[in-house]
């Protein structure tokens, strides 16, 4: 490494970057316009060297000089296992020189969940949710900006930032449209792989790539010439720009060994540049450092160890030497260009005095290091960190790094730097920690423990993971006992239901249920078996599952809530079975106390899940009970908003909502919930049961809107098609998918899809005609072809819903029989099907009643009553047929 060569490498990286140049100053002019302007991103791509640092320079020099606030980050080689590392660099800052009251009050809500994300503020008990910790970080950006305003963000090297901060970044750059924020972001091709790449692949779809080139030719002569003199002959810059590429970094780099050996930069020396080059490149950053002296090479391998929060006292400590040596030695390494200080407009704010002048000087001083030198410093730099009261979550990317050797302390430690990790939403840290602590190994009575947490830690993010652990932790003996040995098997069949392995799921929890006498955790085993047992759709159940979930649950009066649950899961069984729906209502209602959840089976009460709670819901909805379903589905919402858990478990929220506003005949309202649910959805994965949930029901809406064309491109879009998914969807998306066809005009297809629906009704016993709506369409689809047989299927919708009984049932299965007949029957029957809708609360199958009762009659009025009830709907289709049969006029009275 050279001295004094900052100016001249700057100068040489922005040679031929007019065109990039000019879109920053556009995007820059464009933010300041005034505060209702949308945000920009860019991103710039190149290899090491072709001067992106240089550029985000320049982007900060521009933005300054026009009155914008600019916070900067970079990611490190060496630092990519430290959570929210880069995210850190770039809003800390900000937040420090707040008052925490002030900060507090700036962040508003996203302060509980960005806050220990951020390190302003202690986490909470338990393990955040990552999802809702990204959303948080998303805002407290917004609120930052609204004050800091105009404000760029600069990320130099994306490729080699943490994967949380990447995810962040990922969801941040999706929203720039509605936030006044310029985001430039540097990376290099194909460093990464995995998530990472996905997630910087989506942060360059946002803005589209700008690939920076190497020097031309001519560029590098004018730069040769401008560095050694104008005499330096053609030849001699020729091969200057064929050893290094034309790229601009290697370039100074050479031009520098040049003029510091007096080289002649004439074609008869030209021979002796690549020689030259290889020293520049390889050695010379250490043969730079021994220069330095053997203190100085100490100091600036401590530094690289740390790798973040690089202050004068830590390294001191850790090269074992006084501050005033410490001092001394940085004096040094800054002037060699090797350390800096943090610029002060953007000061890191991870407590660090230094810095490397740049990454790939981090990395080469770390891997100068001899293996075994390093390995210890890291050992050492974990009791130095942790001595330092920074915690064990900081320490942990120094654990990582050292040798397995049956250390007791150090299992302890890394479990505490999981549980760290885990409480700021940062899963894959904790992994990262555990997987470490398995090999060292833990003593035989822990071993089962850390495979406990490790399988915790994996569950939302690899299922396939979680139940390797799990299953060996329980398999242990005498490893996992009590509470803890009960939660293990809970997660561990929440695993396998994930994985698709519904049948050992239910075997898992069976065979722990045998271990245990009758009682409280015998009961709560059956009543998990059961909730698997009856969410699966593609599961055949015993012909007498019903018959031994009535029975037991025909003992529970509500005492505790292993019984509630059971009297849940018979509810739900007997709704989606067709019982009677007085009887499904009563069952429910011993559930509740009070009328309300039990505590320990609340919203975000881990020890059940949302699984059960939304069984609950569905079975007051198709019981015609929707004031007890929208009370339930409304304050899953509020509960999931209030707590942040902006992942899954909202989008479910969001998507049930939309299901409660379908059943009202609010059908704007609902398919305004269903997009929401869909948006988050999207981010969380697709082809989950939450994305199915949520899909369904958005075509069932755009369906019942009368937007056909819409509703098919949501199902394309989507992937709403064969093979369906394992758990079960409400409503029935086979169902739904029949009646899109039919409505599509491909009536075989449709036809083909109601059938297969009947078949997986069959084997699931589920006979209720409104939650499994598939014969009544059928029967519809096959009037006129197969007469005969649409009768008997319209005479077995009737029985199924006499039997069920609630008017929604039973008005929607007189309606299936008006449509079959003519004359006065059908007129009869329509008008028995608006006698039962009007009482139903199904606003949008009352208005179709109405309609056709209307049409069937010829009657004005009905017509006119079915327009204004389609109107107040939103079923812009069944509105249009009204008007268009009162426009005809024929034969109306």
């Avoid at 020099?61 to 080689?77: D, K, M, N, T």
């Avoid at 997986?760 to 006979?767: E, L, P, S, T």
């Avoid at 939103?874 to 024929?890: K, M, N, S, Y």
Wanted: charged share 25%; with cysteine.
């Amino acid at each position: 490494m050279t001295e004094a060569r900052p100016g001249a490498a700057a100068s040489a990286s922005l040679r031929e970057r007019d065109e990039e140049i000019t879109a920053v100053l556009r995007a820059v002019d464009t933010l300041c316009t005034d505060r209702s302007s949308s945000g920009g991103l860019l991103v710039f791509q190149g290899e090491a060297g072709l001067g992106k640092t240089a550029l985000l320079t320049e982007t900060r020099r521009i933005a300054e000089e026009r009155g914008c606030a600019v916070w900067s980050a970079r990611g490190g080689e060496i630092l990519r296992s430290v959570p929210f590392n880069v995210v850190r660099q770039l809003l800390q800052p900000a937040l420090l020189a707040l008052l925490p009251e002030e900060a507090r009050e700036y962040l508003g809500d996203a302060y509980g969940m960005a806050g220990p994300a951020l390190g302003i503020a202690e986490p909470g008990d338990g393990h955040a949710d990552p999802q809702a910790v990204c959303e948080g970080l998303v805002t407290a950006v917004r609120r930052l900006a609204d004050r800091a305003w105009p404000l760029v963000l600069l990320i130099d090297d994306a490729h080699w930032a943490d994967e949380e901060t990447l995810r962040w970044l990922a969801a941040f750059a999706e929203r720039l449209d509605d936030l006044s924020v310029l985001l430039v972001v540097t990376r290099r091709p194909g460093e990464v792989s995995g998530d990472s790449a996905r997630l910087l692949g989506e942060v360059a779809a946002a803005a589209g790539v700008s690939d920076l080139s190497t020097l031309s030719p001519g560029a590098t002569a004018d730069l040769t010439r401008a560095t050694l003199g104008g005499h330096a002959d053609p030849p001699f810059c020729r091969e200057v720009w064929a050893v290094t590429g034309g790229n601009p970094y290697e370039t100074v780099e050479l031009l520098a060994k040049v003029r510091d050996s007096e080289l002649e930069p004439v074609e008869a020396r030209a021979g002796e540049l690549r020689e030259l080059n290889r020293s520049a490149r390889g050695g010379g950053l250490v043969a730079r450092l021994e220069e330095l002296g053997i203190d100085a090479t100490r100091f600036a391998w401590a530094a690289a160890i740390l790798g973040t929060g690089i202050s004068l006292d830590l390294v001191a400590r850790l090269a074992t030497m006084d501050r005033a040596d410490a001092a001394r030695c940085a004096e040094l390494l800054c002037g060699a260009r090797i350390l800096t200080e943090p610029d002060q407009p953007s000061g890191r704010g991870d407590g660090g005095d230094l810095e490397f002048v740049h990454p790939l000087i981090a990395t080469a001083v770390y891997n100068s290091i001899p293996d075994a030198l390093r390995t210890a410093m890291h050992g050492i730099a974990a009791q130095v960190v942790a001595d330092s009261g920074l915690g064990a979550a900081a320490a942990s990317q120094h654990l990582l790094q050292v040798h397995p050797d049956d250390d007791e302390e150090l299992v302890d430690q890394l479990r505490q730097a999981a549980r760290e990790h885990l409480a700021v939403g940062a899963p894959d840290a904790a992994r990262r920690c555990l997987e470490r602590a398995l090999r060292e190994p833990p003593t035989p009575d822990v071993h089962a423990r850390v495979l406990y947490e490790l399988g915790c830690a994996t569950l939302l993010t690899a299922p396939a993971t979680t139940i390797e652990h799990l299953q060996l932790a329980l398999s242990m003996p005498g490893g996992l006992d009590g509470g803890t040995r009960v939660d293990a098997v809970w997660r561990l069949s929440q695993a396998l239901l994930h994985n698709n392995q519904l049948e050992e799921a239910v075997r898992t929890v069976e065979a722990e249920a045998a271990r245990h006498a009758p009682g409280p955790v015998r009961l709560r085993l059956h009543a998990v078996q059961y909730m698997w047992e009856g969410l699966h759709a593609g599961a055949s159940i015993s012909a007498d599952r019903s018959a031994r979930l009535a029975e037991l649950a025909a003992g529970c009066t509500g005492r505790d809530n292993s019984e509630r649950a059971l009297l849940i899961l018979r509810g739900f069984d007997a709704m989606a079975r067709g019982e009677n729906a007085e009887e499904v209502v009563e069952l429910c209602d011993r559930a509740l106390v009070n009328g309300r959840l039990a505590p320990g089976l609340g919203w975000t009460d881990t020890e059940w899940g949302i699984e059960l709670l939304l069984m609950l819901a569905g079975a007051y909805a198709y019981s015609d009970r929707l004031d007890r379903a929208e009370t339930l589905y409304n304050e899953a919402l509020r509960a999931y908003e209030t707590a942040r858990w902006n992942g899954g478990h909202l989008a479910l929220a969001h998507a049930y909502v939309g299901l409660g506003h379908r059943r009202r005949g609010r059908l704007r309202e609902a398919e305004a919930s269903l997009r929401e649910s869909l948006r988050i959805a999207e981010r969380v994965g697709r082809g989950l049961p939450l994305y199915w949930t949520a899909t369904c029901n958005l075509v069932d809406t755009l369906l019942a809107r009368g937007h056909v064309e819409e509703a098919w491109e949501v199902a394309e879009r989507y992937e709403f098609a064969p093979p369906y998914p394992s758990t079960i969807v409400i409503p029935d998306p086979r169902s739904v998918r029949g009646r899109l066809l039919l409505a599509a005009g491909r009536a075989k297809e449709g036809v083909g899809e109601l059938e297969a629906a009947e078949k997986a009704a069959a084997v699931r016993g589920h006979h209720n005609p409104v939650m499994v709506p598939w014969a009544a369409d059928l029967a519809r689809a096959l009037a006129a072809e197969d007469p005969a047989r649409a009768a008997r299927l319209a005479a077995d919708v009737r029985r199924q819903a006499e039997r069920f009984g609630t008017d929604t049932a039973i008005g929607e299965a007189l309606r299936c029989a008006a449509a079959l007949e003519t004359g006065q029957r059908a007129v009869r029957l329509a008008a028995q099907a608006v006698t039962y809708l009007e009482a139903s609360p199904c606003q949008y199958e009352h208005a179709a009643a109405r309609v056709e009762y209307g049409i069937a009659a010829r009657s004005v009025p009905e017509l006119n009553r079915g327009l204004a009830l389609a109107r107040s709907c939103g079923a812009d289709g069944l509105a249009a047929q009204a008007r268009e049969v009162l426009e005809a006029g024929r034969g109306l009275r």
